[in-house]
């Protein structure tokens, strides 16, 4: 809802349009899994968090975390603000309200995870950062290796030149 009179954005009358015709979940999963329009992608994810289970808003919206493209989201004031669809998911998963609208309640991740529902969530960052450190170590030793090898060698034909008396 944006601006002085609260008019609904054209977002938010799509998602009413898509509540009124209840797609089939599998058409709901190819919206989300489009890549080529973030806002396509977002009203799949919107409306899945809207009418879906808790399961289901997990299982396909966390991989939206690691899509990172801008888009503009419409303040209360009429305005825009600029933010990314990581960040729009997170907020679906996290609030109570998103775009003026409340959002059902469901359980917190962890606590489906311990009733033995959802697997424990594994980053892709966590991965890449960890793979990352590691080959970072890696150069480092290696490094260290040669210059200690190089101070080595020098300190044996320092060690030769002073026996040789030069």
């Known amino acids: ?9 054209e977002f ?16 709901i999963i190819e919206f989300i899994k489009n890549d080529d329009y973030k806002y396509v992608r977002l009203l799949g994810a919107y409306y ?19 899509d990172f493209r801008r888009v503009r989201v419409a303040q209360a004031d009429g305005t825009f603000a600029l933010s990314h669809i990581d960040e729009v998911v997170d907020d679906m998963l996290r609030k109570d309200y998103l775009f003026d609208v409340a959002l059902p309640h469901i359980p917190m991740r962890h606590l489906l995870e311990k009733a033995g529902t959802l697997e424990p969530r594994i980053s892709l960052l966590d991965d890449e950062e960890v793979d990352r450190a590691i ?32």
């Open 1 to 9: 809802m944006i601006g002085e009179p609260q008019k609904p954005t």
């Open 12 to 27: 938010i009358c799509l998602i009413l349009k898509m509540l009124q015709i209840q797609p089939d979940k599998e058409i």
């Open 48 to 66: 899945l968090r809207l009418v879906g289970k808790a399961y289901d808003v997990y299982t396909y919206l966390e991989p939206l975390y690691n």
């Open 135 to 166: 080959a970072e170590a890696e150069q480092q030793a290696a490094a260290a290796a040669q210059e200690a090898a190089a101070a080595q060698e020098q300190l044996q034909a320092a060690t030769a030149a002073a026996g040789r008396g030069e």
